[in-house]
């Protein structure tokens, strides 16, 4: 029991030393943490204050940055309202001034227009007349004025004009005393058919004169029936109708079947050999020359050319004298023969189209030759031959030479001949201008003209005002001797075939 008393007091002496130890420890701990957090207070107080400092003073810096940029600005608003102010004043000024010339410039036109007033009224006192009396006084002398000189000139430029042709024909007249005569058979404007007996002429007529009548509109073609035996005169400008409606008639007597319809028929049928004769008329003139690389298309308008006459002249025939003739010329001066043949052969093959397209035969014949590609030689040949442009080529020259040696040698041209036929066909394109025509024929050497209209477009009452309308129109733009008929034929037909 001592034993552990003693042992007892022992460890509570060392738990108290050990209690007091670690008091004495953790007071010492205190105290140093104590010391430690008053130090680094101080040190966050001395950096905070420095911080403090720093941002005091960046912010100082820039607020009288702010404050210097401020004054600059104000300094320049200041100087720019300054200068406004000047502007402002001095237009101001300005305008004053100009308000004050305003008033006077009105008070000028003010004295003006009374002193305009005082004058024209001193003027009508001495003239004894109006402003507008006088104004139309000075109209009306000025316009006679200008019409006595529009008169004189046109005197003076008539005169100019008739001496020019007189100087043109006397050079006229002297190339064709100087050219060289030879041979020429010129185209008619009648072709005669043989007929097998004269019993034949009353079936071509017809009962009441229907197959002459189906035959001549059908054709365009004038028929002649009189007394000369066994034989029909068949009388048209145009070489083209007349040829269709010969072979139509023959056609019909060979057939023995005379009627309407088969006139109708066989003209077709003529149409399409004249058509393919055309052709080979054409095909014939190039072999004749020797060319080669002719667009078939100038072929058959060269075919078409044999039944075209100029001045009396055979187109087809003059096209190819000319290429021969500049051929020749064009061999005897070293220059290309063939391209020489080949522009006196094109030379005129605007006259093949001239009835269908508007111009000169010139212009005409150049649109075709670059239309079928052909050479700029050939080209300005077509395009000098007559003068419209000066020739730079001697290809251009030989054709224009060869062409007035083909033209105007004696015999070779018979002008009345083609004045004749320009009338016939003037006639005809008048009567084709009208709306609703579809065909026209000039008969009768010209003094009838037959219209065939188409029935959906002109009625029966309107047939008679064109007839009207056509002679007023043929009165005032042909001359013509003696006077004109003018038939208008309307034919309503209806068509039904029987299976």
Same mark, same amino acid.
């Given at each position: 029991?001592?034993?552990?008393?003693?042992?007892?007091?022992?460890?509570?002496?060392?738990?108290?030393?050990?209690?007091?130890?670690?008091?004495?420890?953790?007071?010492?701990?205190?105290?140093?943490?104590?010391?430690?957090?008053?130090?680094?207070?101080?040190?966050?107080?001395?950096?905070?204050?420095?911080?403090?400092?720093?941002?005091?003073?960046?912010?100082?810096?820039?607020?009288?940055?702010?404050?210097?940029?401020?004054?600059?600005?104000?300094?320049?608003?200041?100087?720019?309202?300054?200068?406004?102010?000047?502007?402002?004043?001095?237009?101001?000024?300005?305008?004053?001034?100009?308000?004050?010339?305003?008033?006077?410039?009105?008070?000028?036109?003010?004295?003006?227009?009374?002193?305009?007033? &005082?004058?024209?009224?001193?003027?009508?006192?001495?003239?004894?007349?109006?402003?507008?009396?006088?104004?139309?006084?000075?109209?009306?002398?000025?316009?006679?004025?200008?019409?006595?000189?529009?008169?004189?000139? $046109?005197?003076?430029?008539?005169? !100019?004009?008739?001496?020019?042709?007189?100087?043109?024909?006397?050079?006229?007249?002297? !190339?064709?005393?100087?050219?060289?005569?030879?041979?020429?058979?010129?185209?008619?404007?009648?072709?005669?058919?043989?007929?097998?007996?004269? =019993?034949?002429?009353?079936?071509?007529?017809?009962?009441?004169?229907?197959?002459?009548?189906?035959?001549?509109?059908?054709?365009?073609?004038?028929?002649?029936?009189?007394?000369?035996?066994?034989?029909?005169?068949?009388?048209?400008?145009?070489?083209?109708?007349?040829?269709?409606?010969?072979?139509?008639?023959?056609?019909?007597?060979?057939?023995?079947?005379?009627?309407?319809?088969?006139? &109708?028929?066989?003209?077709?049928?003529?149409?399409?050999?004249?058509?393919?004769?055309?052709?080979?008329?054409?095909?014939?003139?190039?072999?004749?020359?020797?060319?080669?690389?002719?667009?078939?298309?100038?072929?058959?308008?060269?075919?078409?050319?044999?039944?075209?006459?100029?001045?009396?002249?055979?187109?087809?025939?003059?096209?190819?004298?000319?290429?021969?003739?500049? #051929?020749?010329?064009?061999?005897?001066?070293?220059?290309?023969?063939?391209?020489?043949?080949?522009? #006196?052969? $094109?030379?005129?093959? #605007?006259?093949?189209?001239?009835?269908?397209? &508007?111009?000169?035969?010139?212009?005409?014949?150049?649109?075709?030759?670059?239309?079928?590609? &052909?050479?700029?030689?050939?080209?300005?040949?077509?395009?000098?031959?007559?003068?419209?442009?000066?020739?730079?080529?001697?290809?251009? *020259?030989?054709?224009?030479?060869?062409?007035?040696?083909?033209?105007?040698?004696?015999?070779?041209?018979?002008?009345?001949?083609?004045?004749?036929?320009?009338? $016939?066909?003037?006639?005809?394109?008048?009567?084709?201008?009208?709306?609703?025509?579809?065909?026209?024929?000039?008969?009768?050497?010209?003094?009838?003209?037959?219209?065939?209209?188409?029935?959906?477009?002109?009625?029966?009452?309107?047939?008679?005002?064109?007839?009207?309308?056509?002679?007023?129109?043929?009165?005032?733009?042909?001359?013509?001797? #003696?006077?004109?008929?003018? *038939?208008?034929?309307? =034919?309503?037909?209806?068509?039904?075939?029987?299976?």
């Amino acid at each position: 029991m001592v034993g552990w008393n003693i042992g007892y007091r022992y460890r509570k002496d060392i738990a108290e030393k050990a209690i007091g130890g670690a008091e004495n420890e953790a007071v010492r701990i205190v105290e140093e943490a104590k010391r430690e957090g008053e130090s680094k207070k101080r040190e966050a107080l001395v950096e905070a204050r420095e911080e403090i400092h720093r941002s005091r003073s960046e912010l100082e810096r820039e607020i009288r940055d702010r404050r210097s940029e401020l004054a600059k600005q104000e300094r320049r608003l200041q100087q720019k309202e300054e200068s406004l102010d000047r502007k402002i004043d001095s237009m101001e000024k300005k305008e004053e001034q100009y308000n004050v010339k305003i008033r006077e410039a009105e008070e000028k036109n003010a004295k003006i227009e009374q002193i305009r007033l &005082e004058e024209v009224g001193r003027l009508e006192q001495i003239s004894g007349m109006t402003a507008e009396e006088a104004k139309e006084y000075l109209v009306k002398s000025i316009a006679t004025e200008a019409e006595h000189d529009a008169a004189v000139r $046109l005197r003076e430029i008539d005169q !100019q004009y008739k001496d020019e042709a007189d100087r043109r024909a006397r050079e006229l007249i002297t !190339q064709a005393i100087q050219r060289v005569a030879s041979d020429h058979v010129s185209e008619a404007t009648v072709s005669v058919v043989p007929l097998p007996s004269d =019993e034949m002429k009353g079936r071509i007529i017809g009962r009441e004169g229907r197959n002459i009548r189906a035959l001549e509109t059908i054709t365009g073609v004038d028929l002649i029936i009189d007394d000369t035996p066994e034989a029909i005169t068949l009388s048209s400008f145009d070489p083209v109708r007349r040829e269709i409606a010969r072979l139509t008639l023959e056609k019909l007597i060979l057939d023995g079947r005379i009627h309407p319809a088969r006139i &109708e028929e066989m003209a077709e049928k003529a149409r399409r050999e004249v058509e393919q004769t055309i052709k080979e008329e054409g095909e014939n003139a190039v072999f004749e020359l020797n060319l080669h690389g002719i667009h078939p298309e100038l072929i058959k308008l060269l075919g078409r050319m044999r039944y075209r006459t100029s001045y009396g002249q055979n187109v087809l025939r003059h096209s190819v004298e000319v290429a021969q003739l500049a #051929g020749f010329m064009a061999s005897e001066l070293g220059v290309d023969p063939v391209l020489a043949r080949r522009a #006196g052969l $094109l030379h005129d093959i #605007g006259k093949a189209a001239d009835h269908e397209i &508007e111009g000169s035969h010139v212009a005409i014949g150049v649109e075709l030759a670059r239309k079928y590609k &052909e050479s700029p030689a050939v080209i300005h040949a077509i395009e000098a031959h007559h003068g419209d442009v000066e020739p730079t080529t001697v290809i251009a *020259c030989l054709v224009d030479a060869a062409d007035d040696i083909s033209a105007a040698r004696p015999g070779a041209r018979r002008e009345n001949l083609e004045a004749y036929i320009k009338r $016939l066909e003037k006639l005809e394109n008048i009567a084709n201008g009208f709306p609703g025509v579809e065909k026209s024929y000039a008969i009768q050497a010209g003094r009838e003209i037959r219209i065939i209209v188409k029935p959906e477009e002109v009625s029966d009452d309107k047939i008679v005002l064109l007839s009207h309308e056509l002679s007023q129109k043929i009165e005032a733009e042909l001359e013509y001797p #003696g006077q004109i008929k003018i *038939c208008v034929i309307r =034919e309503t037909r209806a068509v039904a075939f029987a299976k």
